[in-house]
């Protein structure tokens, strides 16, 4: 994982979309990079802590060259979209990490909060992708009677932040399939054992899980926090694209396929997916709802996927 960088970082911006230059200018300068630009990858030259790239670039590119691309460095591609299987392909180059599916106009704040974390290194807090000053709420969650509890605290949160039916359904799964998550899978993928329910649904875990939540007005965000962090990028890319290639099998079937479903429902619940890891330490994911979104502009993936993470 890329460590954090020091100074002020040097951003490289592989495109020819005047707007899109536009954008990155103001958003990479506001987060305190230097910001040059050139047409293609071969244009490319001396230390760069952070490459941007659109999706024309990207699609010119192999496996191979987004590897060597991103070695030593942070690595974001602007305007693919997880719909399709080559852009889930390529998340499996070595620091290729951060996908943001808006193209032109990608989020300014968006940009800020990923080069920032990237260049601090302080990459742990939902509180940075929401407006300043918003009230956050947390709970500790060790027990199905505990998270039956959470759940209706987070979902009347997100009523009462005007988010519509559709919206709080998704909330609720994925808060619920994040805190299965935490509680069970990450402390068996941990140990290197299966997951195990209790059969008492009132049995604690050793390792309750951390839920927060909060809402700015045009998100709701709601993340879980475990103490071990498992998760790693390569396993939610090979989750996800499992997932696709089972797309339409009932949930459970299959040998091993909950965990894999289950993470691939959270990434196409949410409008954006991030996951900050410190091997060994802790894990925190990260979910944030766009409240704009009609019912039937809901799309079938996260407009964007960050994985950070720092050296044990």
Request: proline content about 3%; overall charge negative.
């Amino acid at each position: 994982m890329l460590a954090a960088m020091s100074g002020s970082p040097r951003a490289v911006c592989v495109t020819r979309s005047v707007a899109l230059r536009r954008s990155l200018r103001r958003s990479l300068h506001a987060a305190g990079s230097t910001v040059e630009f050139v047409d293609d990858v071969d244009r490319v030259e001396g230390e760069a802590s952070l490459i941007v790239i659109d999706e024309p670039t990207r699609d010119g590119l192999t496996h191979a060259q987004l590897t060597a691309l991103a070695a030593g460095r942070a690595l974001i591609i602007i305007g693919a979209s997880l719909e399709h299987a080559a852009t889930v392909d390529g998340l499996r180059a070595d620091g290729c990490n951060h996908l943001i599916g808006d193209g032109d106009e990608p989020d300014d704040s968006e940009l800020v909060v990923t080069s920032g974390k990237l260049a601090s290194g302080d990459l742990f807090g939902l509180e940075k992708y929401l407006a300043w000053g918003v009230r956050v709420q947390e709970v500790e969650v060790g027990s199905y009677e505990e998270k039956r509890g959470a759940l209706i605290a987070v979902t009347s949160c997100a009523r009462d932040a005007g988010a519509r039916r559709p919206t709080v359904a998704r909330v609720e799964s994925v808060v619920d399939e994040l805190l299965m998550n935490a509680m069970y899978d990450a402390p068996a993928a941990a140990s290197g054992e299966a997951p195990r329910v209790p059969i008492d649904l009132g049995e604690r875990v050793a390792f309750p899980a951390r839920l927060r939540w909060a809402s700015d007005g045009r998100y709701f965000a709601v993340s879980v926090e475990d103490r071990f962090g498992a998760l790693g990028k390569v396993a939610i890319v090979e989750h996800v694209q499992r997932a696709r290639a089972e797309r339409g099998r009932p949930r459970g079937t299959g040998e091993a396929a909950g965990a894999g479903l289950g993470l691939y429902f959270i990434v196409s619940s949410v409008t954006r997916f991030i996951a900050n890891v410190a091997l060994g330490q802790r894990t925190e994911v990260i979910g944030l709802f766009d409240l704009r979104q009609g019912g039937r502009e809901v799309e079938s993936c996260a407009r964007s996927l960050h994985v950070f993470g720092v050296a044990r």
